[in-house]
């Protein structure tokens, strides 16, 4: 049976994202941190656009493909450092997947798409882009929020919040409020937006 470029790219995301020495405890069992977020990221997709396009999909696993040999304290660890770090992280990503997706078959036009997603360029202004950032900050919501209001405290948590709802669509709003919070992360979410 011969596989599809995108079952090949898939799999080639996956064997890069299970070398992540980071782990992530959930329910008993330990996973490599980024395979954990890229199956997070693919699930949450197909959940939300059952119907996004295979370059979506692409895009979706590897939005966070290899993040830890790029790490937040190799730049300066002030605003400038972090806009940076993150810059270059796209650019990383979207490299990282490209190599990945040639290797797989797939034409310089789709690969090109599919960086031009990891790298969230027109956001609000295209579909897909919009689409992903959704995903991004659904899964943040739904997976991360949690740890992270831990960390940090009430203002910042809102200032996190109104950020995290500003770069989302309307139906990403909706599918937000869906989400199990526990009850103070909840009355935390309703004061930022004033709900």
């Not at 008993?28 to 693919?42: A, D, G, I, V, W």
């Not at 078959?105 to 882009?129: M, Q």
């Not at 309307?170 to 979410?189: D, R, S, V, W």
Request: contains cysteine.
């Amino acid at each position: 049976m011969t596989t599809t470029p995108f079952q090949t790219a898939s799999a080639l995301i996956d064997a890069e994202n299970t070398l992540d020495p980071n782990r992530e405890i959930v329910q008993s069992t330990s996973f490599p941190k980024e395979l954990l977020y890229s199956n997070r990221m693919f699930n949450k997709l197909m959940e939300f656009h059952p119907n996004a396009s295979e370059a979506l999909q692409i895009a979706s696993k590897a939005q966070h493909i290899c993040r830890w040999k790029m790490p937040r304290e190799s730049y300066p660890m002030d605003r400038v450092g972090y806009l940076k770090w993150r810059e270059d992280l796209k650019k990383f990503h979207s490299e990282t997947t490209a190599a990945i997706l040639e290797k797989a078959g797939y034409d310089f036009g789709f690969i090109a798409r599919v960086s031009f997603l990891i790298e969230k360029k027109l956001l609000k202004k295209d579909e897909e882009t919009q689409l992903l950032e959704d995903v991004i900050c659904l899964v943040f919501l739904e997976h991360y929020f949690d740890s992270f209001v831990q960390k940090h405290d009430k203002e910042k948590m809102k200032n996190v919040i109104l950020k995290t709802w500003n770069k989302m669509s309307n139906k990403g709003h909706q599918e937000a409020l869906k989400i199990n919070y526990n009850a103070p992360n909840l009355q935390l979410i309703k004061e930022a937006l004033g709900l």
